[in-house]
Each structure stands twice: as C-alpha cells, then as structure tokens.
C-alpha cells in the first residue's frame, strides 16, 4: 500500500512535525509551516526536482504519514528535532553528515549560557552543559527561532559571560534591549535561574504546564502587590501564546515551489588562490543569506587549477550538501565547456536540474545565454541577476582571500 494524496486529504493546514512510516520504522521526520501542503508537495512531480533524487525513493518505501500538530512554526521546528534525535530515521541520517547538524546549548554556570553550535565544534570545544537540544537540521532557521525565543526568555549568549570588560559591555547592551538578564545581585541570580528552567520547558514541549506556571506566579506577584514583576510575566505569558513565527514561516514555505535559481563563478590568479561560490535567486530576488562559498582544493598540488575543474569541485562540494534545497535551474558562467562540466556531474549524481551558461563578451558583459530557449525567454532576468550576483562575489571572496580588501 502506497501514500496517494487522496489519503492526504485529512491532513490539517495547520504547522506541525510529519513522520514517514514504513510499517512502524520512522523513515523520516520533518516540520511544516501547513501540514497539508507540505506533505502533499512530497507527490508533486516538482519535488523530485526541488528536492533531489531522495524523496522518489522515500515516497516509494513509505506506507503512511503521521503527524502531530503544534500551535507554532516554532514549537514545531523544537518537536521536529526532539523526534530525530529519539528515532534517527535513516532519511534524516542520510540528509546530511552528524558534523553538520545545530545543536542549542545551555552551559552549567552560575550565570548560564545559551547559544546554538554544530556537531563538529561539539567535538573540540571543551564544554560543561546543563542541557543540550538538538539535532536541528537548519542552521539558518535555529537562528531565527532563537532571535524569537530570546525575546520571551532573556538569556546570555556565547560571548555575553563575564569574562573581559568587553564582553561585559556586550551583555550590558543586550541586557539594555531586553535580551539579556541582569546579574548584579543574588536575586537576580536566583530570577535568571528561573529563566532558564522555563526555557528549558519550552524546549521539552511543556508550553502548557509553563504557561500554567507562570500565571501562578503572576497572580503570587499580584497578591503580595509586586505589580511591575506581575505585569513583566502577564507580557510573557502573552508572547507565548501569541508567538510571531513570521521569520520562520517565510524560511519554511515551501510550496508552491519558488523558482530557485543557484549561479556559479569561479576566480582565480593565474590558477592560483582559486575560490568558487554559489549565489541564489529566488521569486526574482536574490537570497544572499543562501550564498556559498569554496576555496578550491583541487588535486592537493599546487598546479594550475582550470576553470572547468575548479566549477566540478563547487558543484560536487555543493551537492555533498543535501539539506540545502536544490535549484529549480543552474546558471554557470561561460561557455559551452562549463555548461557541459556541470552536465557530468549532475549525471554522475543523478540529478535532473536544467543548465544554463551565460557567456560574456570582451568586456565581461553577458553576450549571450545558453541553454533551452523556453527556461530563458520566462526566466532571463533571474538568470542574469544570479549571474552578475556570482560574478560580484566571487571578486569579492577573491580579494579577501588574497588580502586585497
């Protein structure tokens, strides 16, 4: 028995984690701004090409789809990596390598710290933890989930522990826009340690028994007429049940499929200090938060790496990433060569994405772009915008590379 969107019709339109299931093996776990439309794109013909050669072979293992709904993006984005750290479904493992995934930490200190690291820093950073979420598969996500939940739970951040008078001006700057706790006195001390014992309800998905806590306190604050320590929890109490996801919800829309386009350039001196990077446009605009870049390694000697080969090191470090969403259309920059470059190692992937190249003229101007006429009449705007944006970086990551700017 296989998954057919007329069994799909059920699902809700509401944010919420969806689990794969193969009998009750957890093939994979994900979260979704709309249960509905997110799980039902996994059969759309244009996630295979969103989304890689992955989600065919998913589709064709799985018999059913469970979920569990939450009332935010944000609670969902938190079930969804408690859910993979229980299971570690095989798709999720095989999304991306264990040195790639985020992990949220609290450390054990009189005054504790809170911030995001990745799996790779976790194995050379001496750390004592209090407590430890994850895996988070999204960086970039995390990041803005934990702008949103510092708002509710004032925190200190990485560099905010005192240990220098410039990192005491720091958490002085935070502390001045609510961000972070005050720590001067044993009361505050004892306040903060509240704080993060709330915060780490959050992250177990207690939001119903904290938010019961909290009213308590409140009323505890209004009773012994504590009216300003009454009103500053009324404020949080408020703020988690009126959460403003809206960051995360534009990072997690996914469908309809926005039209992605990735561009490529490759700069070098001579061969030498050679860098490749990947630039994104996305509904026309460009995504810079999605740019990549690559310092070319080539064969490990010092000979002189061509541009067709330093183009199939980027393409093939790019798409050893996985959990980056893949383009709807590839544009490099050149001619016929780079276009074909890009062809092998797609075909070698086994990865169907449309190949552009944008060929210039002897002013570096674009002259010209190759590639199927109908893709370049609809989309030729986005193509030379995410052209002359790769060409922009590059130069760019080039100088800094060499010392110039």
């Known amino acids: ?113 809170v911030f995001t690291i990745r799996e790779r820093e976790l194995r050379t ?15 970039t996500q995390l990041r803005d989930a934990m702008k949103i939940i510092r708002k509710i739970f004032p925190y200190r951040g990485k560099t905010d522990a005192p240990i220098a008078r410039g990192k005491q001006r720091v958490s002085r ?4 826009l609510g961000l972070a706790p005050k720590a001067a006195t044993a009361e505050d001390q004892k306040a903060y340690a509240r704080t993060i014992r709330h915060l780490r309800m959050f992250f177990e998905g207690k939001k119903t028994k904290l938010i019961a806590e909290l009213e308590r306190e409140m009323k505890r604050h209004a009773r ?20 403003n996801d809206i960051a995360l919800i534009k990072r ?21 200090d050679v860098v490749g990077v990947m630039t994104v446009v996305e509904g026309g605009e460009a995504a810079k938060n999605e740019y990549r870049m690559f310092k070319i390694k080539g064969d490990g000697s010092k000979r002189f790496v061509n541009d067709t080969g330093a183009l199939t090191e980027t393409l093939e470090r ?9 383009p709807r259309l590839i544009a490099v920059d050149g001619g016929v060569a780079q276009q074909n470059a890009a062809k092998r190692v797609l075909d070698e992937l086994g990865i ?42 590059a130069i760019g990551f080039h100088r800094r590379r060499r010392g110039i700017i």
């Open 224 to 243: 012994a007429k504590e009216f300003e320590a009454a009103a500053a929890i009324k404020r949080q109490v408020f703020a988690l049940q009126h959460i």
């Open 318 to 326: 790019r798409f050893g990433h996985p959990e980056w969403a893949y």
């Open 173 to 176: 700057f935070y502390e001045e």
């Open 125 to 139: 950073t001496p750390l004592k933890t209090l407590e430890m979420y994850g895996p988070f598969p999204y960086g």
């Open 352 to 393: 169907a994405i449309p190949i552009v190249a944008v060929t210039k003229n002897e002013r570096h101007r674009p002259e010209r772009i190759l590639g199927d006429a109908a893709i370049v009449q609809q989309h030729g705007s986005a193509i030379l915008l995410a052209n002359s944006e790769a060409h922009r970086f």
């Open 1 to 113: 028995m296989s998954i057919t969107l007329e069994k799909l019709k059920k699902l809700p339109d509401t944010p919420g984690v969806y689990l794969f299931k193969k009998g009750k093996e957890i093939l994979y776990v994900g979260k979704a701004t709309s249960l509905k439309s997110r799980v039902r794109s996994y059969l759309l013909e244009s996630a295979a090409i969103s989304r890689g050669p992955k989600i065919p072979k998913l589709i064709s293992e799985a018999v059913r789809v469970d979920f569990e709904e939450t009332d935010t993006v944000l609670e969902a984005l938190i079930r969804e990596a408690a859910l993979i750290k229980r299971h570690q479904p095989p798709y999720n493992v095989l999304e991306k390598s264990d040195a790639s995934y985020n992990y949220v930490v609290i450390t054990d200190e009189a005054y504790p710290r």
């Open 252 to 272: 997690t829309s996914e469908t309809p499929f926005a039209y992605r386009i990735e561009a490529y350039d490759i700069a070098h001196t001579s061969g030498t």
